[in-house]
């Protein structure tokens, strides 16, 4: 049964950071892509960043362009986590970030997906809210 426990969440000011952490278990992690998604109060669900599954070049990344150049992610294969580093955080960033795995058509070293459909497991989220 794959588990994805997301933590790191909480209420910062604008301009702090945050790093979100979300551990899996239950899969070979290596193999699946890996995804955070975030959803406001009234608003759909919508991507922020993935991490594609490891080959002998790395793993390749994806951003939502209202992210670029603050967001990061990463993954740690020793701990099967995958992290979200957010820099500069503005109110406009308050959510609840979730974080999802892809397991289906994901091939080794190529870009992920950044379609929720695309992704078959996901965390309970944890909530970040940004203050001005």
């Known amino acids: 049964q794959v588990q994805l426990i997301e933590s790191g969440g909480g209420l910062v000011q604008a301009g702090d950071s945050l790093r979100l952490s979300c551990a899996a278990s239950g899969r070979t992690f290596s193999n699946t892509a890996m995804g955070w998604f975030r959803q406001a109060p009234g608003k759909e669900r919508e991507f922020v960043a993935a991490i594609g599954a490891i080959n002998w070049a790395g793993s390749r990344t994806r951003y939502a362009d209202s992210v670029k150049g603050r967001f990061t992610i990463s993954r740690d294969h020793a701990k099967n986590t995958v992290y979200l580093q957010i820099n500069t955080l503005k109110p406009e960033d308050t959510a609840v970030y979730y974080c999802?795995?892809?397991?289906?058509?994901?091939?080794?070293?190529?870009?992920?997906?950044?379609?929720?459909?695309?992704?078959?497991?996901w965390g309970q989220g944890t909530q970040v809210t940004v203050s001005s």
């Open positions: 999802a795995q892809s397991t289906s058509g994901v091939v080794p070293g190529s870009v992920p997906g950044s379609a929720p459909a695309g992704y078959t497991y």
